[in-house]
């Protein structure tokens, strides 16, 4: 008869046990919330996440760019804010952001920038720019003039397979993916999956916090105005949070957290988790079919519970 585990003895038939997520041992990762909103320096929100052994601690929340509030100074400010970002963790930096580093591959031979992405996020970003945001631009007006060229919207396969919900609003993913790739066409950094990580540069991944909470717990719609009792669950994730990756918090952050009813915090939170957590598996995500000019989003491995 073959020997009975500890977790199956403690399980119910039929039930898997808790799951858990390896994350690395050393390394600062830093998750950021995205926004593209006027005065979008303001409402971008950032949490860094310091890996030690058997515990990962919540070091800092922060709004970066609250000193550079327009769209304009989070383009121009973003190459500066990685850099010293990388200093401060002795270069030993990775960092998730919550927007689309590309289109979908129709819509950038629509637009006739297929190659550049096909290069990555830095050569996309300066070709988007050149055509649509000139000096003075409003980004704004430069995403209506692209969703103008492309019609209806059409998720990449990397949307597909993470199960992202269209953000509500005509342009708004198209104006969050445009301003950030184009404040990330400037920086010196290894972007994933299309540059390797390189010592003593950044490494920069795109994240989608939502897919956390869902595939460790089952929770969906943790922002005020998704439901009744948000708070609630924004306070369950943390408590997940802290059983399955061994997160460790002051109770100020976790009020913090749990008080913001626009979920960026905690969207921060859980985008530093997903890229420490594709950090540990070496980025090895990617599935074979995701064309490469598209991306790819990282996150804590599918079904972490089926062990």
Known sequence: MPRTSEAERVAAPGRCPAPKVKMPERGTFVGVAWNAAQGAGNQIVAARLQCEPERVRLSRLWRPFQQAPTRRNVIEGMAGWLAEETREADRRLTVGFDFPFS?????LRQLGVLRQAISGPAALGKALAERYLPPGADVGAAADAVRAELGRDQPRSADCYRAVVPLPGRATSLRRALLGVVALSGAD??????????????????????????????????????????????????????????????????????????????????????????????????????????????????????R
């Open 103 to 107: 289109l979908a591959e129709t819509h």
């Open 189 to 306: 950094a290894a972007v994933l999956p299309w540059d390797r990580p390189e010592v003593g540069k950044p490494t920069v991944v795109e994240v989608h916090p939502p897919h956390v909470p869902r595939v460790l717990a089952g929770i969906c719609g943790y922002r005020d105005g998704e439901g009744q009792g948000r708070p609630a669950l924004r306070a369950a994730i943390l408590r997940t949070l802290r059983s399955v990756v061994h997160l460790r918090f002051e109770m100020e952050e976790a009020a913090e957290i749990v008080g913001d009813g626009t979920g960026a915090t905690l969207d921060a939170v859980l985008g530093a988790v997903a890229a420490a957590s594709a950090s540990q598996g070496h980025f090895h995500q990617v599935p074979h079919d995701v064309p490469r000019s598209e991306g790819w989003i990282y996150s804590v491995p599918e079904e972490p519970w089926r």
